[in-house]
Each structure stands twice: as C-alpha cells, then as structure tokens.
C-alpha cells in the first residue's frame, strides 16, 4: 500500500500541475449586477474586462448565489477595448427561497501574475462579489449599472482618475468607497494593500472618483471600490467593481477637461453647451461621454461632436428635460478625454451632475368652508405624476426655496396634512383628519406636485387663510325626523348684530342653500327669507332623505335695499350629524361625520330600548369613532347620537345640542380571525416539509375553527389549497411532497361561519441538496463496491458527467443521475489512478428546473483485494 500512495500522490501532483497550466491569468477588473424581475427573482449579469493577449478565455462562470446553491453561467457578448482589453458579459436567472441578505461570489482561477500590491497575485483567486437584499418592505431593486470600462493606463507622477459611471435605474442615492479586493469565496486577499501613492488614493464618497495622487511606482494594480445603494435612509445593496489600473514611465502628459459646472433644472428646460479638451503635448484627442441620461425613454440627451484638431477637441452636449426625467437623485454624467500618443495613450476624466425638478403648481384659490379649507390650483399638465401633497402651517412663512430644493424641507416649519391622488386634479379639501381647523388662526398652504416615482416637485407659492364664523352665526344643524322621503332637519343661527358698522340699514334677506353630504360643495338654494327686524333665525328643512346621507348648509345674509344689495360679511357654513354604523362580529362600530364652525367636545351614543320604547345612553366618547360591545348576533339595533360643543371666543354661544339621525345595524359575524403567524422547516432525510402556525391572541384563538393550509411548488405557480384542519388546537402540518421537498406555503384561519382571514407571509423552502459523488471506489471483480455510484434523488432530473484520465482523454460520460460506472474503458478495466470529473447537476428547485456544477477526483483502485467501504446510497 506505500507503493500505492506514493504512486497516487504522483499522479495527482501530475494532475493539479496540468490544470494549473490552463488557470486564467487574463482577468483584469469586473462586477456583478442585477435587475430584479419578480418579488423573488433576478437576472444576474457578470461583467468581466480581460486581457485579449491571453490564451485563457471563459465562456461561462459559476455563480454562488448566497443560498447554498450554484448555477452556471452562459457568456451572452463580447465587446473588444482599447489596450488589449475585453468585456464579457454574463447572464443568468436565479429565484431565491425568500427575504434575506444574500452574498453572490464568482471566482475564476486567476489573477494575472505580478500585481505589485496583491502578494503571489498568480496564484490567488480573482473573485467578484455583490450583496443583494431581498426585503418587500422597501419594494423591488435593481443594481446600479455601471457604465464606464476600467482600461484606462495610469502616468507615474500624473494624478489617476477612475469613474465608473454608475447609473441608478431606480433612482436610489449612490454612496462610494475604497474596499479591499477578494480571493476566493469573496473573502479579502491577506496582505493586501493599497497602491503606494506620492499623496494619497481614495474614492470621492459623492461623485465615485477613484483618484490616485499620484501613482509612485510603474507596474500592474489592482484596486475595489463598493458603489452602495441607498433607499429611505437604509442602505439596500452593495456593488463591488475590482479595477486593475497598469502605471507607465512616459514623457506623455494627459489631456485636460474645460469646468463643468452642476446644473439644477425644471423639467421642460433645455440644456445646451459646449465641452471641450485639450492637450498639453497638442496630441490628438477624443471625447467621450458615458450616462444614463442617453438612454432615457422619454428625453435621452445627445453628445456630439463638433471640432477636433491637433491639441483640441470639442463635443455638444443637448438635453432637452422633460417630466419623466423628474427624480430625487441628480444625473451623474461623466466625461473622458483620451489622448493618442505614440509613447503611451492617456486620458483625464471629469463629471458633472444635473438635477431635473418639476416646476411649482399654482396654487389660485383658497375658500374657508366651516371648519374647513378647500385649495384650488391650476392643471399640472402631465401624466408623469400620481398625485399631490398638501403642507399647511400657522401663519405666513419667509420660505423661499433655491433653485435646486424639491418637496418642503421641515425647517420650512409645514406639516404635511394631505395627499390626493391623480394627475389632473386641481382641489382639495383640508378636514384636519376630520376634527376641523380653528378659528382665530390664520393657515398657510403649500403643495407639492408628486412623480410616480416618489419625487416630489419645487413648492408651490403660498396662500393663506383664516377661519370665518359667518355673519348668520349657525348654532344648530340637528336632525328632527328620520326618513327616507319625509325626514327634516332643524337650522338654527344667531341674530346678526352691530350691522350698523357697515353700515347695512336693511331690509334684509337670508339665502338658504344646501349641498348632499357634510363636505359637499354642489349648493342648491332652498329657501330665502325676507325680513326688516332680522328676529327670524331658524329654518326647517323638510321632505328630505335623512337615512342615506348628510346636508350642509350655507347661510347668506344680504342688505336687500332697492338699488343697494349685497352680501353682508361671509356665509355661514354648518353640517348635519351624520353617524355610519357597520356591524360587526356582536359589535356595532359608528363613525360621526360633520363640518361645523364650533368645537364639539362630546359625543353621546343612545341605543333603542326596545322594551321602554326609549333612547337609553350606552357611552359618550370625545372622539369621532365609538364601538358597541356584547350585543347579540341576527337582532336588530337603532342609535343616535347627540354632540356638544360651542364657540371657542367670548361672547359667542356655547352648550350647543345637535342629533343625528337614527341609524339601525345588525350584527352579525362578518370578521375573520387573526392573521396566523408560520414557520416551516424541511426534513430532508425524511422527505417532508413541517409547517408550523401560531395565534397568539387568546381572544382570537377562541374565534378560530380550523386552519387552511396552501402551497404551491415553484414560485412562478399561484398557491392552491392543500389542505383543511378542522381544529382551533391544532398548530402543525407535515407535509409530504414526493422527492421534491422544495416549494412555498401560507396558512389562513378560519371561524364557524367560513369567515377566513388574510393567509400568513408566504415562507419558501428550498430542495434539500442530495447529489454526491464517491471519491474512491474499487472496481476489482470481488462484488463489493465495484461501482461508481452517485447519492441521488428524485430532485435530480439528469447530469452531464463527464470523467476524463490525467492525459485529458474523456473515458466516460453519462446522463444517469445515478452514474453506473463499472469502471471500464473500451471493454477493459481502466488503470488504477486519480481521475478528473466535471458535473452539472440539472435539479428541480423552487424556482424550476435549476444547474449547479461538480468538479473533483476520483480514485479507481483496482488491486485484488482491495476494499473500501461504500456509503449506502
């Protein structure tokens, strides 16, 4: 056996020194990046940059997903560069099993041989990783994409500028920063450090400027810069660029980029000037421009050229904004310039950033209705927006935006009181959440235009306003009979006083209207009274349906004098009580609707008793939403409620009673259970999925009959019921799926009369993994371990085996998951030794049909005699 091993240990020196000969040595810089196509699903793209004189080449690369799980991926283009350089480009869809923080890793044997900063660099790992973070909280992400190739040479003495162009697809704040480059498994290289510097090397944590002053020192580099994605505050991915950057002696200088100045826009402004480049030595040049801007839907800008001579180059740079350019975050737009110079080529690189903001709405009308406000403002004047927000504050502000300010900063001292909805509205009617405005305070309003984006617009101009009680001072709106067709509700006012002060010597005339629903606005005039005493201050309003809605109410009081009428001060402006009763599970629940000019500081609830014939008090509540508890399922109840309240100043009335109308509900259980809270784990050796659910409210629990379970097997399929416990106490299911254990699940409870409450959060388990190969086995005729057997399973749908001998000569290939391999080669046992294989796995996954790849040895032993024992698969 000592003659064996040493033989062995041989062959597989022999075996690893001819692989090695073929390691790639070409790679040069590279990223991932991703675009997110469902809640769990991402085309992944890896972009490598490789050294085009190099024999190694890649047309795939395996992918570590960050889940346990691999795949391999297809090159899909090729791009050549100046300075011998290639792009590759990668792509490949992965799903992940649900929310989590993943860290994908691709590594490709090796890095090229003397990077000055990375100890042995030919023999370490070049390896690009990206952490993705799948969390539905902060919606659907995408990577930034990064647009500007890394194969630019560097000057020793001559200050080094990298940029590398991120664009953001989904408009999220960028952040940079210098990192340190990885080895295999993304891990960072020891030893590492960063390229020696006569200044310093850093990244512009703004801009993304990789800037090295200057490089010290001639040779090969490599440097890695994270480009984080930034969303409400929390950061949401990291993308990290490895940058391999060559350092030349040359009496070449590097062109030079004219200023370019950031600009702050209103969407509809066109940009328009001229960039230009020169060159100290008067070599020619040429100017290129790299952004996202170039390739927007709506409005992509152009960069053209305009001169070029000897030491000079100029380009126009055109953009004509529009709505749909509108976002929080400024267009990073990078310049370069390259010179061509017989020694070494050299460029400079500069940017410049644009912000497009939607221009201010207009706001045109502000009118007090009650206690309330109703704005009113011009057309917007586009699509590319969802809605509007509405900022109110006390009193005039001095706020006065700059040029490159969107939305209202808090120092402004607003408060955002609303949002609408739609592009084209142009009217909003602030109800202070339903509680009303004060009087004797003066309010200022702003709004904000809002993209469908989320970016917000600059300010509009602002427009203030008070509170007015009205000159027929309304004391009651009270609702005095119920009915459909024959209902009637009292208004009372006070009577105007001190009209000499006017003066308005009279006769006079009240003009009654009426609008449907307590914040109406389409008034219809009901009644006028004539009188010369102004001791007539009520009014009935009949024939009405008092069941289905609210009224309100506009009191106009006019100096009626031949040839001397007008309005005397402000309507008065006053609604009904309006209660909305919804049954529910033995409750009622009431909402109070109203838009009066006083404060109601009480609400007290009357429920029918059905015995006494009587309103009997059941509660009172300062708030505009009250609950009637205990009440019996299938029996009819009737409420009304009454308000108290009054005039907040001095001298005006207090102690103010209104009704409602009555109102009658049923209840009646109509509301599910809770919401159920799961788990679910897999036992992969048994071949089933636990499910687990828990309830936590004992008050809910009590209301729960059974359990709904659903699952489906890949992502791309809806959920279907799987299967119905008919037990409150029951809080597991196994699950049994066949050979493939993978898929997702949701539980919903359900109560006696089939109310079902909303499914859990889906949780998604992934297959358990099951594929292994033997490194060694004996295929010496003795019946014991004479086959090459894999560990398989039902997940695994076919292999693409492939085992070659040390001189690379294929010697077997299958299809067979399980392998079956007895061990010979053309009729004949083969020769005893280590055998190379390369395997992919094609298995069925949660997302579908998924490949990850095998690699390693096998050790054929084919001595009589020998024996090793065999796992039992």
């Not at 029918?608 to 009819?636: A, C, K």
Request: proline letters at 6%; charged letters at 20%.
């Amino acid at each position: 056996m000592k003659i064996l091993k040493t033989k062995t240990i041989i062959i597989v020196a022999l075996l690893l020194l001819g692989f090695s000969s073929a390691r790639a040595t070409h790679n040069r810089a590279g990223e991932i990046t991703y675009v997110q196509l469902s809640d769990l699903s991402f085309e992944i793209t890896i972009t490598t940059y490789t050294y085009t004189l190099s024999f190694a080449d890649r047309d795939q690369l395996e992918v570590e997903w960050g889940d346990n799980s691999t795949s391999v991926a297809p090159r899909v283009s090729i791009l050549f560069l100046p300075n011998y350089y290639k792009r590759n480009i990668y792509k490949i869809n992965h799903t992940y099993p649900g929310p989590g923080v993943y860290k994908i890793v691709v590594q490709d044997p090796n890095r090229n041989a003397d990077v000055l900063n990375i100890p042995n660099s030919v023999n370490v790992v070049f390896s690009l990783t990206t952490t993705l973070i799948v969390n539905p909280s902060i919606g659907r992400n995408s990577t930034p994409v990064l647009l500007n190739p890394p194969y630019d040479k560097a000057a020793r003495g001559y200050v080094f500028i990298h940029n590398p162009g991120a664009y953001d697809p989904d408009g999220d704040s960028l952040s940079y920063a210098i990192t340190t480059c990885t080895r295999e498994d993304g891990i960072p290289i020891e030893n590492y450090t960063l390229p020696p510097a006569t200044d310093f090397i850093r990244v512009d944590a703004l801009t993304g400027d990789l800037i090295w002053s200057t490089p010290r020192d001639t040779g090969a580099f490599n440097v890695a810069m994270e480009i984080q994605e930034w969303r409400y505050g929390k950061k949401i991915g990291v993308v990290v660029r490895d940058i391999q950057i060559n350092v030349y002696d040359t009496d070449n200088k590097p062109p030079e980029i004219g200023p370019l100045p950031d600009r702050c826009v209103e969407a509809g402004t066109v940009i328009d000037f001229l960039v230009s480049a020169s060159d100290p030595d008067n070599h020619f040049l040429q100017l290129f421009s790299t952004s996202g801007i170039y390739d927007l839907n709506s409005c992509p800008a152009t960069f053209t050229k305009v001169d070029s001579v000897a030491g000079y180059y100029s380009s126009r740079f055109l953009w004509a904004t529009c709505m749909e350019a509108v976002r929080n975050q400024p267009y990073d737009i990078i310049i370069k310039a390259d010179d061509f110079s017989e020694d070494q080529n050299l460029s400079d690189i500069d940017n410049f950033q644009v912000k497009v903001l939607g221009p201010p709405p207009l706001l045109t009308e502000i009118s007090p209705e009650g206690k309330f406000v109703r704005l009113a403002w011009d057309d917007y004047g586009t699509n590319a927006i969802m809605g509007f927000n509405i900022y109110r504050r006390e009193g005039p502000s001095s706020f006065d935006p700059d040029t490159c300010t969107s939305g209202v900063p808090a120092s402004a001292g607003y408060e955002r009181v609303g949002y609408i909805a739609g592009s084209g509205t142009i009217s909003f009617l602030d109800t202070n959440e339903g509680e009303g405005l004060e009087f004797s305070k003066e309010y200022s309003y702003r709004i904000t235009a809002v993209f469908n984006n989320g970016a917000e617009s600059k300010v509009s101009n602002e427009i203030t306003s008070s509170l007015v009680s009205g000159v027929p001072l309304i004391t009651n709106v009270t609702v005095r009979s119920t009915s459909a067709t024959n209902g009637s509700i009292v208004v009372r006012w006070r009577r105007p006083d001190q009209l000499d002060t006017i003066p308005a010597p009279g006769p006079y005339e009240y003009i009654i209207s009426r609008a449907d629903g307590v914040t109406g606005t389409e008034y219809l005039q009901i009644s006028t009274i004539s009188t010369a005493t102004l001791n007539e201050t009520s009014f009935v309003d009949t024939l009405i349906n008092t069941v289905d809605r609210g009224y309100i109410y506009r009191i106009e009081l006019y100096n009626n004098a031949p040839g001397n009428r007008f309005l005397i001060g402000e309507p008065g402006y006053a609604s009904s009580l309006f209660l909305t009763a919804s049954p529910g599970d033995r409750k009622v629940r009431f909402v109070i609707s109203r838009n009066v000019p006083w404060i109601n500081t009480r609400y007290d609830f009357f429920r029918l008793n059905r015995t006494t014939s009587v309103y009997d008090s059941i509660g009172t509540s300062n708030l505009l939403e009250f609950t009637d508890n205990g009440l019996d399922n299938g029996t009819v109840y009737c409420y009304r409620v009454r308000s108290t309240g009054g005039y907040t100043s001095a001298g005006l009335p207090r102690d103010l009673l209104n009704f409602s109308q009555i109102t009658c509900a049923t209840p009646v259980d109509n509301e599910p259970p809770c919401q159920p809270v799961i788990t679910v784990t897999s036992q992969c050796d048994s071949l089933y999925n636990n499910v687990r659910w828990t309830i936590t409210d004992p008050i809910c629990l009590e209301d729960v009959a059974g359990y709904n379970i659903y699952y489906k097997m890949i992502t791309e399929e809806n959920l279907s019921l799987l299967t119905v416990i008919n037990d409150r106490n029951t809080f597991s299911y196994k699950h049994y799926p066949g050979e493939v254990v993978s898929g997702c699940y949701a539980v919903s409870a359900f109560d006696d009369l089939g109310n079902e409450s909303l499914k859990s959060v889906m949780i998604c388990v992934d297959s358990c993994n099951f594929y292994e190969i033997p490194n060694v086995f004996t295929p010496n005729g003795d019946d014991i371990n004479d086959w090459l057997k894999a560990k398989t399973s039902g997940l695994v749908e076919k292999v693409d085996f492939k085992l070659f001998n040390r001189y690379g000569v294929l010697i077997f290939q299958t299809e067979e998951p399980k392998l079956n391999w007895d061990g010979t080669y053309k009729g004949k046992i083969v020769s005893p030794g280590v055998y190379f294989y390369q395997c992919d796995v094609f298995e069925r996954r949660i997302s579908g049909l998924e490949q990850f790849h095998l690699s390693g040895f096998v050790h054929v032993i084919t001595e009589p005699g020998s024996t090793v024992t065999a796992p039992e698969y």
